[in-house]
């Protein structure tokens, strides 16, 4: 039975499990989860563990998405990026408390989050809207120059295009450079095809295909609105979280299809790294604690020595090693801006992605925690391959080798208008419409 230590807030469920998902996905009412381990589920203010013997599993309830407790069984799913297919059971007697204790502490860490944290009545929940037939491209035309204008919606002021004067999408060939190579120099590509997105209703991608060569970073700019992050987030299966989310295509990871039903969603997210706007270290966690979590979320079993060195690595690479040597016991949150977003990426690397997807990583910093922040950039292109959301164009045309030029232009979803090289895309673009955005005469 359930025991409960009033003095830290821990509950302990001796009769527990580990579980995997096997079958269906979290909260779709046919999903069925097997016990892997047997275990002792201890619940305090911060964390979920599993205590089997020498064996433990950890979840940071901070980074727990959203909690799926099934209708009919005594499991709990916990939605962590990379560990979506885990969870833990506890005795039937124990359900309840478990329940009630697991949301009190989830919607305590989670005070901004609109939606549920969990879903008592799976099947209700609304059906993904299958993707609709898509018609074939226009081709471009030729139209006079684009005149920015300013409209107000929801209260935010975006620059878009004039509809009367802009021509159809443009579906850009593919590329040139890289062609079906995927990986180099033991680095690996990711080749976007055909991406089509929607919430919904609301078509947010219209097929957009990008290879990311091996080895380079590659810069998605354009305006707000006009589907970069959505992109990404499809880059490494986080769109697939959001309730009534939708795409199309394919994602090739080294020429394997991330969707593939065969491959594991944790896997593809242990290949492909994010690093978010805001740098979110664990604040209470030591530097050191920080950087190893991942090993935590994903059971990866790794001794002290081997983690020592897995630490002074990854922080090198993150350029903060030198900085924080000293001082690896001491909480993460106590960092400043620029070091705790290194702190991030060191976390990120713990478990040596074979690509980084970073959105804005600079937005929230000063110059000088910019311009170090680009300098790591620059440095880890050597080691994985990276793709960065910026509305930066001087920061685009610094640490990237290509760009994309993504643009949403009025009742229309996002595509991509053009991309290539850097230099290119910036001296000599070739639609009008680029030259426009990288100039700064809209957006």
């Known amino acids: 039975m359930a025991v409960e230590d009033t003095s830290s807030r821990c509950r302990t469920f001796d009769d527990g499990a580990v579980v995997q998902l096997v079958a269906g996905r979290p909260g779709s009412g046919g999903a069925v989860a097997e016990p892997i381990h047997r275990a002792a589920v201890l619940v305090d203010d911060h964390t979920v563990t599993a205590v089997d013997g020498a064996t433990e599993w950890s979840w940071l309830i901070e980074e727990v998405e959203a909690l799926h407790h099934s209708p009919d069984a005594p499991w709990t799913i916990l939605v962590v990026p990379g560990v979506a297919e885990f969870g833990v059971q506890v005795a039937d007697d124990d359900v309840p408390s478990f329940r009630a204790v697991l949301d009190d502490r989830w919607r305590a860490l989670h005070p901004e989050a609109r939606e549920p944290a969990y879903d008592r009545q799976p099947d209700l929940e609304p059906t993904p809207p299958q993707p609709p037939a898509l018609p074939a491209p226009a081709p471009p ?4 120059p684009l005149v920015a204008v300013t409209v107000t919606e929801d209260g935010a002021t975006t620059s878009i295009l004039d509809p009367v004067m802009a021509p159809p999408p443009y579906f850009p060939p593919a590329d040139p450079v890289t062609g079906p190579v995927s990986t180099v120099g033991g680095l690996s590509s990711l080749e976007a095809r055909s991406i089509s997105a929607w919430f919904g209703t609301h078509h947010v991608l219209d097929r957009v295909s990008l290879t990311m060569p091996a080895g380079q970073v590659t810069a998605l700019i354009g305006p707000s609105g006009c589907g970069k992050s959505t992109f990404l987030r499809i880059l490494n299966r986080m769109h697939e979280l959001i ?40 604040p209470a966690m030591s530097i050191y604690d920080n950087v190893i979590a991942s090993l935590k979320l ?40 620029g070091q705790q977003q290194r702190l991030c990426i060191a976390r990120a690397l713990a478990i040596k992605p074979r690509i980084l997807l970073m959105d804005e990583p600079c937005s929230a910093l000063d110059p000088t925690s910019t311009r170090r922040i680009e300098q790591t950039i620059s440095e880890l292109a050597t080691e994985v391959t990276i793709v960065i ?55």
């Open 243 to 282: 309730p009534s989310a939708a795409l199309a295509g394919e994602v090739l990871l080294g020429g394997e299809d991330i969707y593939d039903p065969q491959r594991k969603i944790t896997e593809a997210r242990r290949q492909i790294g994010m690093v978010f706007q805001k740098p979110n270290p664990f």
């Open 141 to 144: 035309v030729q139209v006079e």
């Open 389 to 443: 959301v910026t509305h930066n164009m001087q920061q685009a045309q610094r640490v990237s080798h290509r760009c994309a030029f993504f643009l949403a232009e009025q009742g229309t979803p996002g595509v991509i208008v053009e991309h290539g090289p850097t230099e290119a895309m910036f001296s000599t673009p070739q639609d009008q419409r680029t030259s426009d955005y990288v100039h700064g005469r809209f957006g």
């Open 298 to 337: 994903t059971g990866t079993k790794a001794s002290t020595s081997v983690k020592d060195d897995l630490v002074e690595s990854c922080l090198q690479k993150a350029g903060l090693w030198n900085e924080v040597r000293d001082r690896l016991r001491q909480p993460g949150g106590g960092l400043s801006g």
